[in-house]
């Protein structure tokens, strides 16, 4: 029997110190990995949860865990709520949803920060319902989310059954949750910024559509009023014809006659070109009162009933949401007149039996009034707004350019959505005064 040596001891002990530096080397190379990926596939991110749901998955699949869930801090109350999970039952989550998370862990790491693992059922009362599958208590680590010192949530990670993390686990998942919660916070400032773009974009293109229309109103004003002496010199030379052919018999006179009555018409119509064209060139000169946009759709509702009775069209006039709409600064009449426009043009474009709503309400923090039909809808790829275009076969072209110019001077917008054979939705957008007082409204 070989004797052992204490050379054969130090010898043993030396060979154990390198398989547990071994183990510590490829656990560091785990961790590593990990958090390499999880930079890697957060990085083209774009909202918050998406940031959770890949760095989850890439949590369990590495770690070969079975459950990962976060909950975030709300800006509002701070409280917790339920973001992203994988590998959690449905009725940990139910109960989450139901009883709150009072009696557990989460709510201490996320006030003071600091980093805790839950290890029985006093900790929290719900660990055998947490993992899929699963009716046995299962410790979990819970890590706070921290940015810039401040807690953004919870990050919730299911050990094995049986199992505990070491201290060491518990640091490289606080280095994890502080990883996350960069990527999360990125989502969010990149978010913000993108919607600061979208609304200067905006706001410039309103100011360049604004500039060509005070252009082309005061074009529009030089050429109505030099049509406009022509055509009423032509109307007067005309009603004296009528008058001398009046006088002769009537086999004589009724050619004659029917011809002079093509051409007052023509006039007519040339006369109700220039009056849209001096309601382009005026449409700029608003005059900013506070008022109602419902009231103002009544108003129109009320004014048109008869001519859509009268048309065979059922107009229906709605508020949408329970929100009363504050008053918003505008020009009442010339507002009115963008609704009147469009209330009329889509009575116009329905057969009889036909229908148009009007409904106002509050959508994304704006004022919205939107006029539907059931018509037969838009030509594919036209621009009703651009000048002269119109599908009316005796219309000027004119009518919603002016709408489009006096929405934008309210420094809002007008769209239409269509598809052939199923109508027309027009919706104006304004936005909403921070003064405005909603009690006023009513």
């Known amino acids: 029997m070989r004797r052992v040596t204490g050379e054969d001891q130090l010898h043993e002990s030396g060979e154990e110190r390198i398989r547990e530096l071994t183990r510590a080397i490829e656990s560091k190379e785990e961790q590593l990995s990990l958090l390499s990926a999880v930079a890697v596939r957060t990085h083209g991110a774009d909202e918050p949860r998406q940031v959770l749901d890949l760095a989850l998955e890439e949590i369990l699949e590495r770690l070969r865990l079975r459950a990962a869930w976060v909950f975030m801090g709300s800006d509002q109350d701070r409280k917790l709520h339920f973001a992203a999970s994988r590998g959690v039952s449905a009725a940990y989550l139910e109960d989450v949803e139901k009883r709150g998370l009072d009696d557990c862990l989460c709510p201490e790491v996320f006030e003071t920060g600091r980093r805790m693992e839950a290890r029985n059922t006093t900790q929290c009362p719900r660990m055998p319902t947490i993992v899929e599958g699963l009716t046995e208590p299962v410790a979990h680590a819970c890590i706070p989310l921290r940015f810039e010192g401040h807690s953004r949530g919870v990050l919730n990670v299911a050990a094995r059954p049986g199992q505990r993390f070491t201290d060491d686990e518990l640091r490289f998942l606080e280095t994890l949750g502080h990883q996350i919660c960069v990527a999360v916070e990125r989502t969010k400032h990149l978010g913000e910024a993108r919607r600061a773009y979208d609304e200067l974009r905006s706001a410039q293109q309103r100011q360049i559509q604004a500039e060509r229309m005070v252009t082309l109103g005061t074009f529009a004003a030089g050429l109505a009023h030099e049509i406009r002496n022509p055509l009423n010199s032509m109307g007067l030379q005309l009603s004296i014809l009528e008058r001398r052919l009046a006088?002769?018999?009537?086999?004589?006179?009724?050619?004659?006659?029917?011809?002079?009555?093509?051409?007052?018409?023509?006039?007519?119509?040339?006369?109700?070109?220039?009056?849209?064209?001096?309601?382009?060139?005026?449409?700029?000169?608003?005059?900013?009162?506070?008022?109602?946009?419902?009231?103002?759709?009544?108003?129109?509702?009320?004014?048109?009933?008869?001519?859509?009775?009268?048309?065979?069209?059922?107009?229906?006039?709605?508020?949408?949401?329970?929100?009363?709409?504050?008053?918003?600064?505008?020009?009442?009449?010339?507002?009115?007149?963008?609704?009147?426009?469009?209330?009329?043009?889509?009575?116009?474009?329905?057969?009889?039996?036909?229908?148009?709503?009007?409904?106002?309400?509050?959508?994304?923090?704006?004022?919205?009034?939107?006029?539907?039909?059931?018509?037969?809808?838009?030509?594919?790829?036209?621009?009703?707004?651009?000048?002269?275009?119109?599908?009316?076969?005796?219309?000027?072209?004119?009518?919603?350019?002016?709408?489009?110019?006096?929405?934008?001077?309210?420094?809002?917008?007008?769209?239409?959505?269509?598809?052939?054979?199923?109508?027309?939705?027009?919706?104006?957008?304004?936005?909403?005064?921070?003064?405005?007082?909603?009690?006023?409204?009513?």
């Open 247 to 442: 006088r002769l018999a009537a086999p004589v006179a009724s050619e004659p006659q029917e011809l002079l009555g093509i051409i007052r018409g023509e006039i007519a119509r040339l006369d109700a070109l220039v009056n849209d064209f001096l309601l382009f060139s005026r449409a700029t000169r608003l005059q900013y009162q506070p008022a109602s946009l419902e009231e103002l759709a009544d108003q129109v509702t009320r004014l048109v009933r008869p001519e859509a009775r009268e048309a065979g069209v059922t107009l229906q006039r709605r508020s949408v949401g329970t929100e009363r709409m504050p008053l918003l600064p505008m020009d009442a009449e010339k507002m009115k007149q963008v609704i009147l426009n469009l209330v009329r043009n889509a009575i116009e474009a329905l057969p009889r039996d036909g229908v148009v709503h009007v409904e106002t309400g509050l959508r994304d923090g704006r004022a919205t009034v939107t006029v539907r039909d059931n018509g037969p809808g838009l030509p594919l790829d036209m621009d009703v707004f651009q000048l002269f275009v119109t599908t009316k076969p005796r219309g000027t072209g004119l009518g919603l350019s002016i709408a489009q110019q006096i929405v934008t001077e309210h420094g809002g917008e007008i769209a239409v959505t269509s598809e052939p054979g199923r109508g027309a939705t027009f919706t104006v957008s304004l936005p909403v005064a921070e003064h405005a007082e909603t009690e006023q409204a009513r």
